[in-house]
């Protein structure tokens, strides 16, 4: 497609309850992204793909967030045993070919996280 | 790690007035992008600009590399340009994000 497509776009889950984000990339990107926003501000990096190979985990909560790029399928982000502290915006980007170094990155609307 | 520093971090304008956005960076980069993040939460791209300038309608952005730092431009500003205006670098191979200037545009 011609823009990111993340889903759900609102989600609310109980604490300890798993979470799972999906993120459609533009069609022929090469490079995804997973940001995390909390209170509208701080976007905290959290895991890159290069298709469907891990390109930079160091962001990740490992404990509890895991991802995912399958071949013909949409990535995805999950967090198992969420925590009040989870609740936040999930932001997904996609870049053609070079992880963002000389071509734009594009977001997607986000998927709102809330643990109640 | 890359800092990221945006100034001021809050403006409030009249319709109608212009303003300049700053953005710090402490290392040489190869991408810089502005954001809008609008009262829904949207993160809508405005420029592209690791280094030059470049004009979309009442926005405009100068990026220079050599001395570290971009400026974005709003002219005849309006109430929808109220939200946060990110900043945002790649070095390496992510992007880093600043702090975000909150603009509230009054009519």
């Known amino acids: 497609g011609e823009e990111v497509a993340q889903t759900p776009k609102h989600l609310v889950r109980g604490e300890g309850q798993k979470a799972k984000l999906y993120c459609a990339p533009i069609?022929?990107?090469?490079?995804v992204f997973w940001y995390q926003q909390v209170l509208k501000n701080e976007f905290k990096f959290l895991i890159s793909f290069q298709n469907e190979n891990v390109f930079d985990e160091t962001g990740m909560p490992k404990e509890r967030f895991s991802a995912k790029c399958l071949p013909n399928s949409p990535c995805s982000l999950e967090i198992q045993a969420t925590k009040l502290e989870d609740s936040a915006v999930y932001f997904c980007?996609?870049?053609?070919?070079?992880?963002?170094?000389?071509?734009?990155?594009?977001f997607g609307e986000g998927s709102w996280l809330t643990v109640v | 790690g890359i800092q990221v520093e945006q100034s001021p971090p809050d403006l409030i304008l009249q319709e109608g007035a212009n303003s300049t956005l700053r953005c710090n960076f402490s290392?040489?980069?190869?991408?810089l992008q502005w954001f809008h993040q609008n009262p829904w939460g949207q993160l809508i791209n405005l420029f592209y600009?690791?280094?030059g300038t470049k004009q979309n309608g009442r926005l405009s952005a100068t990026t220079v590399a050599t001395e570290r730092y971009s400026l974005l431009y709003i002219s005849s500003s309006q109430t929808t340009d109220s939200g946060v205006y990110f900043c945002?670098?790649?070095?390496?191979?992510?992007?880093?994000f600043g702090a975000g200037t909150i603009l509230r545009v009054k009519s």
């Open positions: 945002a670098v790649v070095n390496g191979n992510k992007l880093v």
């Open positions: 290392d040489s980069v190869n991408n």
């Open positions: 600009i690791p280094s």
């Open positions: 069609k022929g990107h090469s490079y």
């Open positions: 980007a996609s870049s053609p070919q070079t992880g963002g170094t000389g071509n734009t990155i594009y």
